[in-house]
């Protein structure tokens, strides 16, 4: 059973305090904020009454949002390391409250911009040289003058914001802090409580039956429940099926892309070329199906890595390995990482309550901290890696960029973190010097690739065939949700869904799926990556450089520029079909490795 939160050693645990010493710090910056946002709301029209008006309004509106992102990062992560205590429920929950007061406050903003005509905007522009830090800013506001309500209208929606969030919220709860999964056993024999933190390492169990019992278990409480998570899923799509309508996009997809400026045919594509090469994923499923001596291969089967080799990692070695990996990236870069692992940005261990997963997160004014639930696994050793790409993306960002432009956009958000598990899967073959550990590493490989491209795609045709049917009418409810999802799974998997009933709930525990078109990203962002890897061990010096340039360009340009400057056209299907080119190579050495060992 998983350790209370007092139990974990501190050196496991992030320190928090970096962004309030104290809960009475965080309660007094609450108090203040609270009171200059009620005083900011005299602001409101008077938007455009000059350029020293417009700059000031601005300013006062980004130092707010500054200070709100970094009350809420304190107030969500303390909630996140134990989920059950009330007293950090409280302040996620004032967290979102003053998120949706600022909105209502500035809710003017945008209405009141789009008035400016270019002749006022230049003018401004010549008579405040301080505004030009904004441009990019105000042009990109300028883009979405279309889909901008009415003050009145745009107040009204902000004040819904945590209307709009309670189905997210509710699934959050519910499946963190209340669901209980039934008693199993591990591989030993011995009795252990089943949670989100433990079901991935014993589904990649050696042993068949420790698989198939924790598969049925966790799945038998999904279906126990999916009726209610139905009614949480149908009402989150329904708020952005809702928001896109009032804004008038044509679709919630187009209204979720747009805010990255990113064109639905890049989503389009990313199916497009995933279902093509479908073939790929079903050769790699029956090549695990003879490697197993399965006949009847279920998908509880398709998780569990088929070396014979140990490959496992202590979380102090995969420190080590991490550092030793990413120095390829220069000094400056490898002296980020070690801060990072040695300053407390982890919460490392798992714990009862605590949020499943893992993450980077924070905000401009704090460390870029990481939740992780670790445990002694090669994938464990991917994750760390992964997240501190996040990590190091956002410490570049920060402190390169002014506020403003301080963040980067979703969109790029997985490539930074993927491309360095492209590049630990590249050094990690350049050293092995052993057929068994090459197969191991290339089976990790295949089965992230597979997780992160084929299944992330998988989630997005999901994710849009449920929005497409909530517009044209249709009710999301658990049976519409379980077959819809049973066939997408056949048809990626090759696998028949009258042979893995269970797998029809699995829609039921995906949070990605209240996020609001972000999956596809995780794809998109591992092809991507994986270019980028290919340039940062094999390429120049320059590509190094154009690659720490992306780090640091957060907002500053739009995003298919900032990545297409790193050497990745997006917009081009090149990106994809040389991802599935290096699938494609892996497995045909695994293939031959396979035979090589006589292992099918």
Excluded at 4 to 18: G, S, V
Excluded at 75 to 93: G, I, L, P, S
Excluded at 181 to 209: C, M
Excluded at 475 to 490: I, K
Aim: hydrophobic share 35%.
């Amino acid at each position: 059973m998983a350790k209370q939160r007092n139990e974990i050693e501190e050196k496991y645990t992030w320190n928090l305090t970096t962004i309030f010493p104290t809960d009475e710090a965080f309660e007094m910056e609450l108090a203040q904020v609270s009171k200059e946002l009620k005083e900011a709301s005299h602001l409101a029209g008077h938007l455009l009454d000059s350029a020293d008006s417009l700059l000031k309004t601005t300013a006062i509106q980004m130092d707010l949002m500054r200070r709100i992102e970094k009350l809420y990062s304190y107030a969500h992560m303390k909630n996140d390391q134990d989920t059950r205590v009330a007293k950090y429920q409280e302040y996620q929950a004032k967290g979102m409250a003053i998120y949706s007061e600022f909105g209502q406050v500035f809710a003017f903003y945008e209405p009141e911009f789009m008035a400016i005509t270019d002749e006022q905007y230049q003018a401004f522009l010549a008579e405040k040289p301080e505004l030009q830090v904004y441009q990019h800013f105000f042009d990109k506001l300028l883009q979405k003058k279309p889909h901008i309500l009415s003050q009145r209208e745009e107040e009204l929606l902000a004040g819904a914001g945590e209307i709009f969030s309670a189905a997210g919220d509710t699934f959050g709860i519910l499946d963190n802090a209340d669901i209980v999964f039934p008693i199993v056993h591990d591989e030993e024999g011995n009795e252990v409580q089943l949670t989100h933190g433990n079901y991935i390492s014993l589904v990649e169990a050696k042993n068949r039956t420790v698989r198939k019992e924790a598969y049925e278990a966790l799945y038998s409480v999904y279906e126990q429940y999916q009726h209610t998570y139905a009614k949480t899923l149908q009402t989150n799509v329904k708020v952005h099926n809702y928001n896109a309508k009032v804004r008038k996009f044509s679709s919630a997809r187009e209204a979720a892309l747009s805010a990255n400026f990113i064109p639905e045919s890049v989503y389009e594509s990313l199916v497009s070329a995933v279902n093509k090469h479908l073939p790929l994923l079903h050769r790699y499923v029956q090549l695990r199906a003879k490697i197993l001596g399965i006949s009847d291969l279920k998908m509880y089967d398709v998780y569990t890595p088929l070396s014979e080799v140990d490959y496992k990692f202590t979380y102090e070695a995969a420190l080590t390995k991490a550092e030793e990996v990413l120095a390829i990236l220069g000094d400056d870069y490898l002296n980020r990482v070690k801060k990072a692992f040695s300053e407390r940005w982890i919460d490392v261990c798992e714990n009862q309550g605590k949020r499943s997963g893992a993450y980077s997160g924070g905000s401009y004014d704090t460390n870029a901290f990481m939740l992780l639930n670790w445990q002694d696994t090669l994938d464990n050793l991917f994750t760390l890696v992964h997240e501190t790409g996040h990590s190091m993306h956002s410490s570049y960002t920060r402190e390169t960029q002014p506020y403003v432009y301080g963040d980067y956009s979703i969109f790029l958000a997985e490539i930074a973190s993927t491309t360095n598990e492209n590049i630990l899967t590249e050094k990690l073959l350049e050293e092995v010097d052993d057929d068994q550990t090459r197969f191991a590493i290339l089976n990790h490989f295949l089965d992230g690739f597979r997780g992160t491209v084929f299944r992330q795609t998988q989630f997005a045709e999901f994710e849009h065939a449920i929005h497409k049917a909530d517009q044209e009418g249709q009710v999301l409810t658990s049976e519409f949700l379980n077959d819809l999802y049973a066939d997408l799974n056949e048809k990626y998997y090759g696998l028949t869904k009258e042979d893995n009933p269970q797998i029809q709930y699995e829609w039921a525990r995906i949070p990605h799926f209240y996020y609001d078109y972000y999956v596809f990203q995780y794809a998109t962002g591992f092809s991507a990556a994986s270019a980028l890897a290919d340039k940062i061990v094999n390429g120049t010096q320059e590509d190094k450089e154009k690659y720490l340039h992306y780090l640091k360009a957060g907002n500053s340009d739009y995003p298919l520029n900032v990545i297409k400057k790193a050497g990745v056209d997006m917009e081009k299907e090149d990106y994809l079909n040389a991802a599935f080119a290096v699938f494609e190579r892996r497995l045909d050495e695994f293939e031959a490795l396979v035979e090589k060992l006589g292992l099918a």
